[in-house]
């Protein structure tokens, strides 16, 4: 990921306002963030996303996967199944 940039450091294409899809894994836990402001070469696809941004949506997943974590050892510790689940979508508003 890279910081926000008004043209693309690639190209030197002027870069769109768009939201974006990330992929991030945690302790094996897939986390897909949806919407996240971003900058993006028309050309060449690059994105660019503002620093607050991205610490935000990485604490944010790192919550969501450590949360996870302990709902699973709380389920190991119990005779029923654990959550099976290793994909999270997050959208933001
Ligand atoms: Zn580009």
């Given amino acids: ?14 870069n769109e306002p ?3 899809t990330l992929h ?4 094996g836990i897939q986390v897909e963030v949806v919407g996240v402001p971003a900058m993006v070469c028309p050309c060449c696809g690059q994105e660019y996303i503002a620093a ?3 610490r935000e949506v990485l604490k944010v997943a790192e919550q969501l996967a450590e949360g996870l974590e302990a ?15 290793r994909h ?3 959208a933001l508003a």
């Fill in 52 to 54: 607050p941004v991205s």
């Fill in 18 to 20: 768009r939201e974006v």
């Fill in 24 to 27: 991030l894994e945690r302790n």
């Fill in 71 to 85: 709902t699973r050892s709380m389920f190991a510790r119990a005779p029923a199944e654990p959550p099976s689940f």
């Fill in 1 to 14: 990921m890279k910081g926000v940039k008004r043209v693309c450091s690639e190209c030197g294409v002027e």
């Fill in 88 to 90: 999270i979508v997050l």
